[in-house]
């Protein structure tokens, strides 16, 4: 199709029975914050469940399946490890979906600067970095753990969203959705 002009400024409309004339409307768009890249494809098809970082309470029964062989307790919860890692300047999204879960087990869903003990107790887990857990009401941070309990936030069939931005080494964000 040809090209067409710019569009003719808006006219704001007299209001109904008001005696004011139309005048021109600029609209300006340099405000909006430009939109943030698309995650590393690469590096998301790349991750993998990693049964060398894998705790005796969970198996990876394939490269993207973890199944949960018996309920954690507050003095051991199962941890795996995403290979390989996530690397400094990467924007990563991962994608979870639960299919089923023993008994009221809680889920900690998370990152962490570096690896940690793949047994940890439920406190530990939420000091050592950002994490949701299924009975809390936010998401823990790195050395603040959220201390408000909930109702579940995800159950059986919930897919969770893992969203994990490395581009600044200054300000790491993580998202969960």
Not at 21 to 33: D, E, I, L, W
Not at 89 to 95: C, N, S
Not at 103 to 114: E, I, P, Q, S
Not at 139 to 147: K, N, R, V
Request: hydrophobic letters at 35%.
């Amino acid at each position: 199709s040809p090209s067409q002009g710019p569009a003719p400024p808006l006219q704001q409309l007299p209001r109904h029975g008001s005696r004011e004339a139309s005048a021109p409307a600029t609209a300006h768009t340099s405000g909006f914050p430009s939109l943030p890249p698309p995650p590393d494809k690469a590096a998301t098809r790349n991750l993998q469940f990693d049964p060398c970082g894998c705790s005796a309470l969970l198996e990876v029964s394939a490269p993207n399946c973890l199944r949960c062989l018996t309920n954690a307790t507050r003095t051991s919860q199962g941890v795996c490890f995403l290979d390989p890692p996530i690397e400094q300047g990467q924007l990563v999204e991962v994608r979870f979906r639960f299919d089923n879960k023993p008994g009221r087990m809680r889920y900690f869903l998370g990152v962490a600067r570096k690896r940690f003990a793949s047994d940890a107790c439920d406190a530990d887990l939420r000091r050592v970095g950002w994490s949701i857990e299924n009975l809390y009401a936010s998401p823990h941070s790195e050395g603040l753990a959220c201390t408000s309990k909930a109702a579940p936030i995800f159950h059986t069939g919930s897919i969770v969203t893992l969203a994990v931005d490395l581009r600044d080494s200054q300000k790491p964000e993580v998202r969960f959705s």
